[in-house]
């Protein structure tokens, strides 16, 4: 049965959207896929290693837990490598964000500031980050010279999610 929920696509479409991008890197070279761009965080590897990293400093604030270290900070990563961070933080997310209502409000402290944002803003947030942060991926594979371009767009993902 095809999803309904706003949430629920949200948070299916972001993952598989992010799959599809790194399914396009797999035909890159190393050299490639940490090309240096004046877009995004500067390389696929960069861009794609933030966006995890976002999701997972979220999923610590929507949990109450320490901020664990940036995963932009530990690579460089593999592609393997980012496609096992990418099941991992986007389980966490996703329980995370199961946990309470999306009405619900988090409350975290950073920079010696506190600041509370509704469950379903933080939801938002991270999802519509991820699609700007693949926008530029997939500027970043066309200048590589990838022709067919990964599909990204939540109307491709309502086309094929239920074949």
């Not at 990418?86 to 966490?92: F, Q």
Request: net charge negative; proline share 5%; hydrophobic share 40%.
């Amino acid at each position: 049965m095809p999803l309904t929920n706003p949430a629920e696509i949200l948070l299916a479409h972001d993952t598989w959207a992010t799959e599809h991008i790194l399914d396009a890197c797999a035909g890159l070279g190393h050299e490639q896929f940490h090309q240096q761009f004046d877009m995004g965080l500067g390389s696929l590897h960069d861009t794609l290693a933030h966006i995890l990293g976002a999701v997972r400093g979220w999923t610590d604030m929507l949990t109450g837990r320490e901020p664990r270290a940036r995963i932009e900070q530990a690579g460089p990563y593999t592609l393997e490598q980012l496609r096992v961070l990418l099941a991992e933080v986007t389980a966490e997310f996703n329980a995370a964000l199961a946990a309470h209502p999306l009405d619900d409000f988090a409350t975290a402290e950073r920079g010696g500031k506190s600041y509370s944002f509704p469950r379903g803003g933080v939801l938002t947030h991270v999802t519509t980050h991820g699609m700007h942060h693949r926008a530029q991926c997939l500027n970043m594979l066309r200048h590589l010279g990838v022709a067919e371009q990964p599909p990204s767009s939540v109307m491709q993902w309502m086309l094929t999610a239920n074949d």
